[in-house]
């Protein structure tokens, strides 16, 4: 009984609040509402745009480094310089997982290309030389995996036939990743241009076919070249790979295939198997933390900005109202019925705030970051806003809107009826 | 009726006190239309709240209908406020954002009326101030006058025991004045119980009762013998 009365009374309440909000709100000067509405969209803006941003950083690194590197799974030689030994024992118990769609076998070396074209310009000039990492690659078999031939931003990707040609990353030349840091890199590089390949004490020319930018910093520090080339320059008749990038079916579990591998293959103390997670560096995973760290502090930062904005807004409202808050307590509205109806106010205020931006990020921002990707040394950023994101961001704000909402209303509600009345 | 006994407010200021109402005992029937008179600063508006439960006193009690109105708890006070007894300030004091229909169904929203039959009932009342031409208006499109009849629809839209009226005409020119009383006077015929409290002598001889005060002493208290209930 008297639990139904108290609902009854809350119920009358909010029909009040309602009733009182609803005609407030249509009747008072449009421009201030749409001046509130305003600033509570640049709140939220703030809160999902910085760490949208800092974290879409994060994750393009991220990306970057599984679909242009490592794939779902990667696997390496357990200590560095040493192939992997039974490579085609291990390349067919990968074939033979329930996931399997492709792998690519990499051989790797160090490796010096020299710019013989600008020695000869110039004697002191440094531009000449670079060393990088040279990869000798099925280019079929690496397409599939990685899509490198996507990011061929100059000439073309190896074909099969390419026996005497180069991809190079852009990392590696001057003209395309200017003054990012302090290491030579080859200058004049284009297209067609011959350059010196030296692998130890053994040397070659070879022509460049193409000139990859993934946004990923290990492979555009990579030089590609055919496997059999490869193989011809370094006198390698071993088949033992250095790196194999697995493929596997969208939507399969990679540890379990991890697993698979580890459980299945006897020398497996001889290799590392990571799966994409695994492989990226501690640098990014650290970076990744650190963004979306700074991301919510400048939320919170919004956060609290615009809650004081609803504060000052409804605050200040109720305090050049007082004498008519008195007056509906003196006729009996209850204090509760007047509260609901400022944190209605604020509701509203804060929702269409929400919604507002929403608008303007998903079907402005977010499309147009990915036309136009943030461009960094390291990586592309594209904006990192998800359904669930703008719901939890939405629902901290809402709820700071109903809270700062409340406590002015409650502040002005609780003076005494004939004080407010009568201006006391 | 209204059973009034030693009703006190007293005010302190610093080391001042002024005793606003002194110790007043008196009776209202139901249907009785009292003005209470006096000077300004003799305590009708002190009077005034307390009888309408707006303020406490500091000593005696209020009983209206045999309840005693000192017993009850400030919610109570409150909601009774709502049911029993309609209140007309000086300065109108209706809700600018509320059209003078909207401002008249508050009080019946208030006791959970729906919205529908509330709207009903206040255009009845604003037909009663003769205002039904003027029902979606906001305060600001109204006259002085008209507002104060907003005020006066929205003091008996809810059928209350009592109705207070403070000054009422106080900010109004005479013909807006005696449009008021008229109403009033209408109010009373139909059985309306009304205390109203005025300093123009002219509209309080219309009563069918007047109490003067001063000092917040009941000084003259005269009844129309001809107005007999
Ligand atoms: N809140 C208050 N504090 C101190 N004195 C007050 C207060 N309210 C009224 N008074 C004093 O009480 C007396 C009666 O005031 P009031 O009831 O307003 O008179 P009236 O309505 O007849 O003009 C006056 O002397 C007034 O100054
Ligand atoms: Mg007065």
Redesign the pocket.
Known sequence: MKIRTSFNKLKRDITVGKFLAVRELKRNNPWSTALIIFVMSLTFFNMVLMGGILIGLADGMMSSFKTYYSSDILIKPASQNVSISQSSMLESLIKSLPSYQALSKRYTVAAILINEDKVKIKDTEIGQRVSGTLVGINPIEEDVVTGLSTQIITGEFLNDYDTEAIVIGKGLLAEYSKGSSTESRLEGVVVGSRLRLTIGNNNTEVSVKGIIDTGNSTVDNRIFILESTMRALTNNQSLNVNEIAILLNQDSNNKQAKEYIVDNFPYNTDIVVETAEETLPKAILDMKKTFSMLGNIVGVISLVVGAITIFIVIFVNAITRRKYIGIMKGIGISARAIEISYVIQSLFYALSGILFSSFIVIWFLAPWFDLHPLKFPVTEGKLAVTTSGLILRGLILTITALISGYIPAKMVTKQNTLDAILGR | MIKIKNLTKIFTLGDNTLIAVNNLSFLVPSGQFLAITGI??SG???L?YQLSLLDRPNRGTISIDNINTSKLTSGERISYRLKNLGYIF?DYAILPTLTAKENVMLPLLMQGVKENIAQEKAKEALLKVDLQDRLDHLPSQLSGGQQQRVSIARAIVHNPKILFA??PTANLDTESSETILKIFLNLHKQGQTIIM?T?ELDYAKLAERNIELRDGIIIRDTLKKSKNH
């Open positions: 300004s600063g009708k508006s002190t005034l000086q403070d000054e409290a300093h």
